[in-house]
């Protein structure tokens, strides 16, 4: 039991140590230096920058202005972000956290290669928050998007009949709400609930297992489904599944 207990104990420290990094230090050192800046987004603007600096030093900013500076350091797979501050607007302590800092002592922020989704490889992991590259993933591999199990998948599709969004690949599926701004005809339908036939989509994901709906077997495939225009001239988006029967596959 002595001796169980003492392995359990030294792997603990080789975990907490980061030896078990996957990756050479060259590598992580590479990622860390393409990625000097993390943002975090409030609607359609940068909210707030955090830059690390070739000279040991950091700098977290808002729009038009600063709220916080100081040192860290770097080291296999690791940032340090040291305390206390060099400085700090005690008035926006709070946003420390939209970062996953720590307000009141030392904070890591680790650098995951492997982390992936069906769109980025690679992130900045910091406390409860996740901060992706912009590396795209690796095409035709299992992922879970909103915890739904699904396949990358890169085609572009164009539809062949009205079909339903659904947020989730059923028939049971909540459908998926959107304002929707035909250009075309110049004019705004409310409410939309539905890809219009013609249209084509760059499919994002299918899922893992087929569907036979009206005799025809085929996956649901996830889709981005551009809505009206909002505030400043940016659309709203919406993912959504449609069923894959009622499209074809272009070249």
């Known amino acids: 039991m002595k001796k169980k207990a003492i392995l359990i104990v030294l792997f603990s420290i080789l ?3 980061n030896i078990f990094s996957q990756h050479p230090e060259s590598e992580y050192k590479k990622y860390f230096d393409e990625n000097r800046e993390i943002f ?5 603007e940068i909210f707030l920058r955090l830059t690390f600096k070739d000279d040991n030093t950091f700098s977290i900013d808002g729009f038009d202005y600063h709220f916080c500076d100081g040192t860290y350091s770097f080291s296999n797979n690791t940032i340090k972000i040291n305390y206390p501050f060099n400085y700090i ?6 946003s420390l956290k939209d ?4 307000g009141d002592k030392a904070s890591e922020i680790i650098i995951d290669l492997d982390k992936s989704d069906i769109f980025c490889k690679g992130a900045y992991i910091s406390g409860d928050k996740v901060f992706w590259s912009d590396k795209p993933s690796e095409p035709y591999k299992e992922y879970i998007f909103e915890g739904i199990k699904c396949i990358k998948y890169p085609i572009r599709i164009r539809i062949k009949e009205n079909l339903k969004m659904r947020k989730t690949p059923s028939l049971k599926g909540e459908l998926v709400h959107l304002d929707y701004y035909n ?4 004019a705004y339908i409310s409410d939309r609930t539905v890809v219009f036939k013609n249209e084509e989509y760059k499919v994002l994901a299918k899922t893992l297992t087929e569907e036979t709906i009206d005799g025809i077997t085929a996956p649901w495939y996830l889709i981005l489904v551009e809505g009206a225009p909002q505030p400043p001239d940016d659309p709203l988006c919406e993912y959504a599944w449609i069923f894959g029967g009622y499209s074809k596959i272009l070249e």
């Open 15 to 17: 975990i907490s140590a």
């Open 40 to 44: 975090i987004s409030y609607g359609f």
């Open 89 to 94: 607007d005690k008035g926006n302590v709070k």
């Open 99 to 102: 970062f996953g800092l720590n």
């Open 183 to 186: 250009k075309e005809k110049e």
